[in-house]
C-alpha cells in the first residue's frame, strides 16, 4: 500500500508495564563506587529471572544493579560488556562488578547525541540477557525527568487522527504510525485538541530495541505535515523511543511509559500492535495554504484533493 493524504494503513503501539522501583540513592561519576542511584535516576528492566536498574549519567559511566526474582542483590553473579558505535566504529567496555558500588560498573561512551544507542549482553547465572538503551545526552536521569513532566498531560482521552499511538515528548504532542505494506514511518505533529498541525521548526528521531536495533533520522514532508522515515521492523515493533528537538534543546520519551514501572528487556511481549487499521485522518489546515481533504477512491486507486486558498480544486489520482 502507499501513503495517500491522510489514508493511512498504520501500526498502533501500547505498552503495558508492572509497577518497579529500586530505591537506591543517586551517584556522580568520580563517587559511583560509593553511592548507589535514585530510582529517579534509574531505568529499570526485567527479564525471566530478576530486573536491572540501570543509571547512566551525562559522562557515560554506567552502573547497572542485579536483583533476583524476589528483589534482592545479585549484581555479584552477573557480568557482562556494553557496546557502541564511535565514528563508524564498534566499541566495547566490560561491565564488572565493583565492591563499593555492589554493581556492575562501565565507562561507557560520552552521550554526544540527542538519542544515544547502548547495547550491552550480560550473563546472569549462565543466563544470557541482551538489550538495548536509547538515552539522552544527560542519561537515565533525564529520559525519567521528561517523563514525569509528560505524565502531567492526560492523553488517555486523545483519538490519535491517523490512527496510532499519541505521545507527549517535552511541549510537544505526537503521534506515531506505520504502514504495514512497507517500511515507511511517520510523526505528525498535534495540537492541544491532538489534531494534525503543519510544523516546520522540529527536527525528529526515532529508535527501536529489540534483536535488531536501529535509530532513524526522520525528515520533513509536504511542507510541515508530518516527518517520515524508514525502518527495518517486521512483525510487532519492540520499545519505540522518540526525540524531538526544538530551539536548540532535545526532548526524549520512551513511547507509553512512566518513571516507577519496569520495563521489559528488548520491549518483550508487552508492547501489542495493531495492524491494517485503516483511518481517515482529518485534514491538514495549513493558514494561508491549502487544505488536504477525502474523496472516493477512483478506478484508478485513491485520491487526494487539494483545495488551495483561492478556491481552485486540483484533483491527483494515486
Not at 529500586?22 to 556522580?28: F, T, V
Not at 525527568?145 to 507527549?168: F, R, Y
Request: charged share 25%.
Amino acid at each position: 500500500m502507499r501513503w495517500v493524504g491522510p489514508l493511512v494503513t498504520c501500526v498502533a503501539f501500547s505498552l503495558s508495564v508492572s509497577v518497579a522501583g529500586c530505591g537506591r540513592k543517586e551517584s556522580a561519576r568520580e563517587s559511583a563506587a560509593e553511592e548507589a542511584p535514585l530510582a529517579s535516576s534509574s531505568l529499570v528492566e526485567v527479564f525471566e529471572r530478576g530486573s536491572i536498574a540501570w543509571n547512566v549519567d551525562e559522562t557515560g559511566k554506567v552502573l547497572a544493579f542485579v536483583h533476583d526474582e524476589s528483589g534482592g542483590d545479585a549484581s555479584k553473579k552477573a557480568k557482562g560488556t556494553i557496546e557502541w558505535t564511535e565514528d563508524g566504529q564498534t566499541r566495547s567496555a566490560k561491565l564488572a562488578f565493583d565492591a563499593k558500588a555492589d554493581a556492575l560498573v562501565a565507562d561507557g561512551p560520552p552521550p554526544v547525541n540527542d538519542l544515544n544507542e547502548i547495547r550491552y549482553a550480560l550473563v546472569y547465572e549462565d543466563e544470557p540477557v541482551k538489550g538495548t538503551l536509547h538515552l539522552p545526552r544527560a542519561g537515565t536521569a533525564a529520559i525519567n525527568a521528561e517523563a514525569e513532566a509528560s505524565a502531567k498531560i492526560d492523553v488517555s482521552a486523545a483519538v490519535p487522527p491517523h490512527g496510532g499511538v499519541v505521545q507527549v515528548v517535552g511541549e510537544d504532542r505526537v503521534e506515531i504510525v506505520a504502514d504495514d505494506d512497507s517500511d515507511e514511518v511517520r510523526v505528525y505533529l498535534l495540537d492541544a485538541s491532538w489534531q494534525p498541525v503543519v510544523v516546520v521548526d522540529r527536527s525528529i528521531t526515532i529508535a527501536v530495541g529489540g534483536a535488531s536495533p536501529e535509530v532513524i533520522v526522520l525528515t520533513s514532508a509536504e511542507g510541515g505535515a508530518y516527518f517520515v522515515g524508514h525502518w527495518r521492523v517486521v512483525g510487532q515493533p519492540p520499545r519505540v523511543t522518540v526525540m524531538v528537538k526544538h530551539a536548540g534543546k532535545s526532548h526524549v520519551a520512551i513511547v507509553g511509559w512512566r518513571p516507577g514501572v519496569k520495563l521489559a528487556v528488548n520491549g518483550g511481549p508487552k508492547v501489542k500492535v495493531k495492524v491494517k487499521a485503516v483511518a481517515w485522518g482529518p485534514g491538514v489546515h495549513v493558514k494561508g495554504g491549502p487544505t488536504m481533504v477525502k474523496v472516493k477512491a477512483g478506478k484508478g486507486g485513491p485520491s487526494m484533493v487539494k483545495v488551495n486558498p483561492n478556491g481552485k480544486v486540483k484533483v491527483k489520482i494515486k
